[in-house]
Structure formats: C-alpha cells, structure tokens
Nanobody
C-alpha cells in the first residue's frame, strides 16, 4: 500500500505564491505518475498537473499553465506543486494522487489509485 500526505496549504493573497508537497510512504514504484487535482465547493474535481517519476514528463491543466510548476524529488518520494500568480479562482482543496500503472492517461482522475487527504488552499482577493 501507498500512503500520500499533503502539506503546505494555507491562505495567501491574490498574486502571491504557495508550495504544496505530497510525501509518499509505503510501497513505491519507479514508474509512478503523480498528479495534483483540486476541487472547489460545488464544482467537479479538476486536473491541475501531473509528472511521471521516471522521466520527469509533465502535464498541466489549461487554467494553471504558466503559473504552476510540478516537480519531484525521487530520493524523498515527494512531489511538489509550486503555485505562483495565484488567483481567487485557485481556491480549492488540492489533492495529491499517484498511479502505479506504467501507462495511463494522466489527466483523468480515474487513472489514479492512491489519493491523499487533501490540503486547503485559499486565495483572497
């Protein structure tokens, strides 16, 4: 089993930056794909970013391209989401997810079998 624990959420003003982290423990695989999703109240879960652990390939949702950066530290089994130029519409619970399947469609939440508990990010205007 794999456990994912997010940290680093909080309150920030519009235009500011925040970095959230996701640490994995338990059984890990070199071909994991990691992802961040978010969900705001009353809205559907939205893909934010993903990264393939072995190659470093990344994907981003259209609403965050150019503002967010996903990265990983393989030695620490940790994935980061650096969020810059934050907007009030970025307010949501951010969830870390991971897949142990070698080839997946990284933008779909259905591709991921492991999820963290979520961390709240609030951007004030």
């Amino acid at each position: 089993q794999v456990q994912l624990v997010e940290s680093g959420g909080g309150l920030v003003q519009a235009g500011g930056s925040l970095r959230v982290s996701c640490a994995a423990s338990g059984r890990t695989f070199s071909y994991y794909t990691w992802a961040w999703f978010r969900q705001a109240p009353g809205k559907e879960r939205e893909f934010v970013a993903a990264i393939k652990q072995s190659t470093g390939s990344t994907w981003y949702g259209d609403s965050v391209k150019g503002r967010f950066t996903v990265s990983r530290d393989n030695a620490k089994n940790t994935v980061y989401l650096q969020m810059d130029s934050l907007k009030p519409e970025d307010t949501a619970v951010y969830y870390c997810a991971a897949s142990s399947v070698q080839t997946i469609y990284p933008l779909s939440y259905r591709s991921y079998g492991y999820w963290g508990q979520g961390t709240q990010v609030t951007v004030s205007s």
